[in-house]
């Protein structure tokens, strides 16, 4: 029976039985189906069956398991091994040179078991062995005994267990080593050679130990090193001996140390540098020089100190995906990335105090000429600059995944989706969106590539009008296909969220209900399509105009001319208008009533010139002579030119002709020379003839008859 399974296995791919073609898939699932019949397994406290591979795999992974392990009930021909045990049923074993009949074993995996050690020649005769998982154990040591016999193993892995100390050549009967983590545990230093009979090791996980120091005496012996890692290892230095004896390093990962500065050409040893990790550290500026000539993939420098950088910091820099994002940048110099256009494809450079201009002139302008497929700008408030928003990605239409969460957004405007027309991913969570306008959905469907949007952290207004278009748009956008299967909670209460409603980082995957209270706390998925609550909209409903909204509305529903009227007021940039206009028809009410007060005080000021004669007007008199003497008086320079236009009849001069030369006789013909001529009629007021006295000053018409005065001598 078993010589039969193993021929299956080995002829399974492309046979044709019965007139069907079965894949390999199939055959492995038949067989597993039949192994218990075709192998020996312990099937009271394991499975068994084929891996993906067809190798014979065993699982022990129920928990509770003690010693002994079962290996004397498992076939001969097993070639992987998992033995592990949930969180809440850990198991308790000890292992030693138990293994010897899995002659055939290729991958032995124990973990969550609480091995206290790994004991002498316990892998003696696995000469097929390649990878050994002993992580979170409770091994406190290890010996150079530990390994003997495991010519062939390339993976060695003893995180996440309490080793604090390692003697030298403890790894030299590996000496097919390629990978080995050690991270986790409780090493405090190392000891010369440590690492020594490993000429093939690759790659070397030491994260989370508190090292302080990595001495370059120690790395030695694996000088094809291409992967280190040492996050959290308290470093605050590197010394440049120890990058100078692995040329090779392709990764180079020192997250989460206590770095201050990076000293110029700092990794200048490192020609085929790739990706370098120094996120989380207390790097205050990047400076010039450090990364000069190299050509990285990635870079991080993600939750620094950085308050700045040189705006020469990339020149002959090649980078492709760059992580500035939680950092202290206030701004940035409008070229600080250009040498970058030809190699930059991701970008993080969210959650810094950027000012949206700064954001504009040194990323998304033209002039820069950014070749981007990823942009993350979570957590700066583009939403609040209404200059920016509707061209900030106009020049970037290649982008292909764009990340708005946090961005202080209460509307989506249609510009911004537009100018997308690569998008194939969206996030929106953690905004202001009470709901998405006609216009908006229209725009995100007309993106073809569009596969996964995040709407989730936002108050969304549930009621019939404003959220039922957007319900529609979920049922059918291949977007939110992962909403709908991600949103596991049930209805709740008023917003009482159930527990496996909230991931593990705290983030609410699914979009939900703030308002109206009745469906407070109800994922949208779930919403009820039919049943929605009645149109009651909500405070501000704003379309990607920035002009009030108002979304499609079920029958009946009707907004009064006040709501609409605190809708208008609502709007900042109508507000603005407003007040503008207020403030204009102030000024100029206030300009005209100026004017005619300045009119009216030059009037009343020039009144005393033009009716001064030396004695005060009577008004009566005045009137009076205005009938009979209706006179235009025209005055010239200083009132010095009198002219007067004859408006009387014919008669009425020759009467005062007559008159004034009456009054000459009594006066002995003679007349004064002077600046006015003195006419006097007789007192016989029934002629029709007014006394007049014509002046260089004006026209004075008395109120009486003028006194006959005695002949006045010259002497």
């Not at 030298?168 to 690492?195: D, G, I």
């Amino acid at each position: 029976m078993v010589a039969s399974g193993l021929y299956l296995r080995l002829f399974v791919i492309n046979t044709v039985m019965t007139g069907f073609f079965f894949t390999v898939g199939s055959i492995e699932l038949s067989m597993s189906n039949s192994v218990g019949e075709a192998f020996n397994c312990p099937a009271e406290v394991c499975r068994c069956g084929l891996d993906p591979r067809g190798r014979v795999k065993v699982v022990c992974d129920r928990g509770d398991l003690g010693d002994p392990i079962p290996i004397r009930a498992m076939d001969p021909l097993t070639e992987v091994l998992i033995i592990a045990a949930p969180d809440d049923k850990p198991n308790s074993l000890t292992i030693g040179p138990i293994f010897q009949s899995l002659a055939k074993l290729e991958q032995l995996k124990i973990t969550n078991s609480f091995v206290p050690a790994i004991g002498k020649h316990s892998f003696w005769g696995l000469r097929s062995l390649r990878t050994l998982d002993l992580s979170l154990n409770n091994i406190s040591a290890l010996v150079e005994s530990n390994f003997r016999g495991l010519i062939t193993l390339e993976d060695l892995l003893l995180d996440g267990n309490i080793i604090d100390s390692i003697p030298s050549a403890a790894f030299r009967h590996l000496p097919a080593l390629k990978r080995l983590s050690l991270a986790r545990n409780h090493l405090s230093e190392f000891v010369p050679r440590l690492f020594y009979g490993l000429h093939r090791l690759e790659e070397l996980e030491l994260s989370d130990n508190p090292l302080q120091e990595l001495e370059p005496e120690v790395f030695r012996d694996v000088r094809l090193l291409r992967t280190l890692r040492c996050r959290r290892c308290r470093l605050t230095y590197i010394n440049p001996l120890l990058l100078h004896l692995l040329p090779d390093i392709v990764t180079l990962d020192l997250g989460e140390n206590g770095f201050h500065y990076l000293d110029k050409n700092a990794f200048g040893d490192l020609p085929k540098l790739r990706h370098l990790y120094l996120d989380g550290n207390q790097v205050t500026v990047l400076t010039s020089g450090v990364l000069t000539g190299h050509n990285l993939t990635t870079l991080s420098l993600a939750r620094n100190r950085m308050m700045t950088v040189d705006p020469a910091a990339f020149v002959n820099v090649s980078v492709t995906e760059l992580d500035l994002s939680s950092n202290r940048l206030q701004s940035l110099d409008p070229f600080v990335f250009l040498p970058l256009n030809q190699s930059l494809r991701r970008l993080k450079i969210g959650a810094n105090p950027l000012q949206v201009s700064h954001l504009w002139s040194s990323i998304l302008s033209p002039r820069v000429q950014l070749n981007l497929s990823e942009l993350d700008v979570a957590d700066i408030p583009i939403g609040r600059d209404q200059h920016f928003q509707t061209d900030l990605f106009s020049f970037h239409h290649g982008i292909k995944s764009l990340n708005l969460s946090g961005t202080a957004f209460n509307y989506l405007p249609v510009e911004v989706i537009r100018s997308l027309p690569s998008l194939r991913q969206l996030d929106l969570s953690f905004n202001k969106l009470s709901s998405l306008t006609d216009l908006s959905l229209s725009a995100l469907s007309a993106l073809q590539g569009l596969r996964r949007i995040y709407l989730h952290g936002n108050p969304w207004y549930c009621d019939a009008c404003v959220i039922g278009p957007m319900l529609k748009w979920l049922d059918i956008s291949p977007a939110s296909r992962h909403i709908k299967d991600g949103c596991r909670g049930l209805k709740t209460n008023a917003g009482n969220l159930t527990a496996d409603y909230i991931n593990d980082d705290g983030a609410q995957p699914c979009p939900v209900c703030q308002d109206p209270p009745s469906v407070a706390g109800v994922e949208l998925p779930r919403l009820d399509h039919v049943n929605l609550p009645t149109c009651n909209y909500p405070p501000m409903l704003i379309d990607s105009q920035g002009l009030p909204s108002k979304p499609a509305t079920a029958a009946g529903a009707t907004l009064t001319p006040m709501g609409r009227f605190v809708i208008f007021l609502e709007n900042p940039l109508y507000l603005a208008l407003v007040c503008g206009v207020a403030v204009l028809l102030v000024a100029a009410v206030c300009a005209a009533l100026a004017i005619v007060s300045r009119h009216a005080a030059s009037y009343y000021t020039n009144e005393g010139k033009r009716s001064k004669t030396g004695q005060p007007v009577d008004p009566a008199v005045s009137d009076e002579s205005e009938g009979l003497f209706p006179l235009t008086a025209r005055v010239g320079h200083r009132g010095r030119i009198l002219k007067v236009e004859k408006k009387a009849t014919e008669q009425r001069m020759d009467a005062i002709e007559n008159e004034s030369q009456l009054l000459s006789k009594n006066n002995n013909g003679r007349i004064k020379d002077d600046t006015a001529e003195q006419v006097s009629p007789s007192s016989a007021r029934t002629n029709g003839v007014v006394a007049i006295t014509v002046t260089s000053r004006g026209v004075h018409c008395p109120a009486y008859p003028p006194v006959e005065q005695p002949e006045r001598s010259l002497f």
